[in-house]
């Protein structure tokens, strides 16, 4: 790439700065902002800043080693969270995979980011966004270690010619995204003839929901369980978890109660026990290492027989939203379940019917049983446009949405008892709220030790 005209760290803080509160219709000098996704960090790069886009190896800013990066955040009900992942640059399998972290592409790419941050208003042009604010971001020690263990695990599957096997949910905060206009694109691997999905770095919603909060909106950090990073030098997140928990493994419900001096019974009291052994005062869900992973914990509660009673549910969908979802890689099932770490917290019921502490497991979805739930989720969509079939029989309203007895992996059926919590259909017709579920059946294999 060309060099450009900002050639220090300062001067192009300085200019990205400079165009905070204009509005971006006021910026756009090439009518960019009429084509489609990423328009708006284009229109940054060439209006603003004077440089054509590329996807060269180079950082944007050549000379001061400045990657240029625009983020989307949405305001709710629950503050303020990344719309989505921050996409690095492609990853090179034929090349990357005999590099260091260090000397890595996305090392080159992205050690010093220039984040600039906007609000995406649904019910605005986006003409009327505004750059709200522009830092220099570069990742603090404590993310780094687990980073670097990330891009280690993204190498390893390469390396052992697995790269078509790659998931995001693979990793903790940099994933491997799919990164192409059809799921046809695909590129070579060294060490396999299967070809893999084109995929791109990026720093994973989650993450970037942290950072944004913290360096932006100025929100203080939140616990942490790694409270030096020095404790991943040996191992990975994982492997410090089992070593801080493995003393407590066997112990029995009412033992664990008795030693941490909890007297609760709530529906939660199992990860509150989990709090009390990994030495956290709040929920392990709100720890600063979950919520830039996005790790969900799950209590898995096995009985005598090796069966799991519970199947595992995931937020309600609205049946007028899900039928307008056009691309699987983007639905919000998807862009849920892919990136999603679970941490499940395994209590095996004993002899005498109490649950033993058994292990803890960090899961995330098989890309092959992902395509499974790509499937359910087809048939859905397919089904809630065609419109539902609803019958009334003697155990309530049937209807065609698929079952649990029709796949291996997932299904779809209410979420809670109330039939009288509904939502319209685009047809008009009123339906009980609904969800995606994994089968019980699945998940007991899943936690099985291998």
């Not at 009291?269 to 919520?291: D, P």
Request: net charge negative; charged share 30%; glycine share 6%.
């Amino acid at each position: 790439m060309e060099g450009t005209e900002y050639r220090t760290k300062e001067s192009v803080l300085r200019r990205a700065q400079e165009v905070i509160g204009i509005p971006l219709k006021d910026v756009d000098t090439t009518g960019r902002l009429a084509t489609g996704k990423g328009a708006i960090g284009t229109v940054i790069e060439e209006s603003w800043f004077g440089y054509s886009p590329n996807s060269e190896s180079e950082p944007d800013f050549p000379e001061a080693g400045v990657e240029l990066k625009v983020t989307p955040y949405l305001r709710g009900r629950n503050g303020i969270r990344a719309k989505e992942r921050l996409v690095c640059n492609i990853i090179n399998y034929m090349e990357e995979y005999d590099k260091t972290f260090h000397t890595s592409a996305f090392w080159h790419k992205c050690e010093n980011i220039l984040l600039m941050s906007y609000e995406h208003l649904l019910d605005r042009p986006k003409g009327d966004f505004k750059i709200d604010a522009a830092i220099l971001f570069s990742f603090p020690e404590e993310d780094l270690v687990i980073i670097e263990h990330d891009w280690e695990t993204i190498m390893e599957k390469v390396h052992n010619g697995r790269a078509h096997e790659l998931s995001e949910g693979d990793t903790m905060y940099l994933a491997a995204c799919t990164k192409g206009a059809t799921a046809a694109s695909v590129r070579p691997q060294p060490f396999s003839a299967i070809p893999a999905k084109q995929r791109a770095y990026s720093l994973k919603a989650s993450y970037m929901t942290r950072i944004l909060n913290a360096y932006i909106f100025g929100d203080a950090q939140s616990e942490r369980i790694i409270k030096d990073p020095a404790e991943l030098q040996e191992g990975t997140f994982e492997d410090y978890l089992r070593r801080k928990l493995s003393p407590y493994f066997g112990m029995t419900q009412t033992e664990l109660k008795t030693r941490f001096a909890v007297e609760s019974s709530a529906k939660n009291l199992n990860e509150v026990l989990l709090s009390k052994m990994l030495g956290i005062q709040g929920k392990i869900a709100y720890t600063e290492e979950f919520q830039k992973a996005g790790i969900v914990p799950k209590t898995i509660r096995v009985r005598k027989n090796g069966t799991i009673k519970e199947n595992m549910s995931f937020p309600t969908f609205d049946f007028i939203e899900l039928s307008q979802e056009e691309e699987w890689e983007e639905s919000d099932l998807y862009n849920y379940l892919a990136p999603t770490k679970f941490l499940f917290i395994i209590f095996q019921e004993n002899d005498e019917g109490e649950l033993v502490f058994e292990r803890v497991k960090l899961w995330n979805i098989p890309n092959r049983d992902l395509e499974e739930v790509r499937r359910v989720w087809e048939r859905t969509v397919q089904a809630i446009r065609e419109g539902v079939v609803l019958e009334q029989t003697s155990r309530g309203v049937a209807n065609n949405l698929p079952k649990q007895s029709e796949s291996a992996v997932a299904h779809v059926r209410p979420h809670g008892r109330d039939g009288n919590d509904r939502l319209p259909l685009p047809d008009g017709r009123m339906m009980t709220k609904q969800c995606f579920w994994l089968n019980n059946t699945y998940i007991a294999e899943q936690i099985k030790e291998k």
